[in-house]
C-alpha cells in the first residue's frame, strides 16, 4: 500500500467583516491505495479533492485522521513523506520569464540530485520537451506547459506523484496525449493518485476511485465495479407525465428517477427490457417523445449515492 489514510479531516475558518465562516471542507475520508495503480478522487467542484491531496502531501496539516504515505508517518515524518512524492497543483507552477530547462533544473538541485542538468535532460526527453526545452514558459502551449509541470513533479523519480486535475482546461487532443503519458508513468511503476471532475477520465484512466461529495466519499471501487453496482442499463425516456410513468415501470426497474421532464429507469438488461416498457407505457396512455438507452455511467453511480448528477453538482462533466 503506498497511502494508507484513516479518518481524515480538515476544517477552515475564514474570518472577515461579514463575520466567521466555516467550511468543513474534509469530513472523515479514509483511503487505501496500490503501488502502482492510478487512483482517483472523483467529485464535482468544491467537494474536498484539492483539501484532501495537499493534506497527504504534507502541504497542509490535518486537523484529525492518521496517514502513512510511502512508507511514513504523515504527521510525524514529514520531510520525509516529501521526498517520496511529486505534487502537480492545479494551476501548474510552470514560470513565464524561465525556460523550462532552468525551472527543471532548479527543480532538481533543490532535491540534492547528484546531476541536476542531466536530470532535467532525462525529463525532458521522456515527456517530449527537448525541443522547446530553452523557450521562456509564456511561449507553450496550454498542453506543453501541463507537460512542463508533471516533469517538475517527477524530476526526482517519486515513486508517488499527486496530480491535482490535471486535463482542466485542455482541448481533447491534449487530453488524450496526457491520459498516455500517465498510463505510462504506471507502466514504469510510479503510483498515481489524481483527482478529476471528468467523468470520463476517472472512467478511463483510474483503477480504482472514490467519489467525494461535501467532503465525505460516496462510493469506492474499480470503475467497473462502481457502474455494476448501480446497475446494468440506463434507459431514458422524456414522457408526458414523468411521475406516472415511473409508477408504471416501477415493476421492470431496479430503481427509477424523475429528472424534471426526464425519466431515468435502471434496469439488468436494456435491450430485452425495453419493449414491455414501451407496451406498458402505451397501456396506460402515456405520451413518449424520446427514449435512450444507455450503459450506466459513473455520473449514475453519483446520482444513485448523492441524489444529484454531478452536472446539477456544478462540475463539467
Ligand atoms: N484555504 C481555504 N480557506 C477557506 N476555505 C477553503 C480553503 N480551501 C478550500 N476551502 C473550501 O473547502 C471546500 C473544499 O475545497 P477544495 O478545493 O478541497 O475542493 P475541490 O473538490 O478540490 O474543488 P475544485 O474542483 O473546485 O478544486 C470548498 O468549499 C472551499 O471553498
Not at 414501451?278 to 448523492?306: M, N, P, Y
Request: charged letters at 30%; a negative charge; one cysteine or more.
Amino acid at each position: 500500500m503506498i497511502i494508507e489514510a484513516h479518518g481524515l479531516r480538515k476544517t477552515f475558518t475564514t474570518r472577515s467583516r461579514k463575520g466567521t465562516q466555516t467550511v468543513e471542507a474534509v469530513r472523515g475520508v479514509d483511503l487505501e491505495v496500490e503501488k502502482g495503480e492510478i487512483f482517483g478522487v472523483l467529485g464535482p467542484n468544491g467537494a474536498g479533492k484539492t483539501t484532501t491531496i495537499r493534506m497527504l502531501a504534507t502541504l497542509i496539516t490535518p486537523d484529525a485522521g492518521t496517514a502513512t504515505v510511502a512508507g511514513h508517518d504523515l504527521l510525524k515524518e514529514p520531510a520525509a513523506v516529501r521526498t517520496k512524492l511529486g505534487y502537480v497543483s492545479q494551476a501548474g507552477g510552470v514560470e513565464d520569464t524561465t525556460s523550462a530547462r532552468a525551472q527543471i533544473m532548479m527543480a532538481a538541485k533543490i532535491h540534492a540530485m547528484a546531476d541536476p542538468k542531466r536530470a532535467a535532460a532525462e525529463v525532458l526527453e521522456r515527456f517530449d520537451l527537448t525541443e522547446m526545452a530553452d523557450r521562456p514558459g509564456r511561449t507553450l502551449s496550454g498542453g506543453q506547459k501541463r507537460r512542463v509541470a508533471i516533469a517538475l513533479g517527477l524530476v526526482h523519480n517519486p515513486p508517488l506523484l499527486f496530480l491535482d486535475e490535471p486535463t482542466t482546461g485542455l482541448d481533447p487532443q491534449n487530453r488524450a496525449n496526457l491520459w498516455d503519458r500517465i498510463r505510462q508513468l504506471r507502466e514504469s511503476g510510479t503510483s498515481v493518485l489524481l483527482s478529476t471532475h471528468y467523468l470520463d477520465e476517472a472512467d478511463a484512466l483510474c483503477d480504482r476511485l472514490v467519489i467525494v461529495d461535501h467532503g465525505q466519499i460516496v462510493a469506492e471501487g474499480t470503475p467497473g465495479d462502481l457502474k455494476r453496482e448501480v446497475s446494468g442499463d440506463v434507459i431514458t425516456l422524456r414522457v408526458d407525465d414523468p411521475e406516472r410513468a415511473a409508477d408504471t415501470l416501477k415493476p421492470y426497474a431496479r430503481e427509477t428517477r424523475v429528472d424534471e421532464d426526464l425519466l431515468r429507469v435502471y434496469v439488468d438488461d436494456g435491450e430485452h427490457t425495453l419493449p414491455a416498457l414501451l407496451r406498458a407505457l402505451e397501456e396506460q396512455g402515456l405520451g413518449l417523445s424520446s427514449i435512450a438507452l444507455d450503459r450506466s455511467t459513473l455520473d449514475d453511480v453519483f446520482l444513485a449515492k448523492t441524489g444529484r448528477t454531478l452536472r446539477d453538482a456544478g462540475a463539467a462533466a
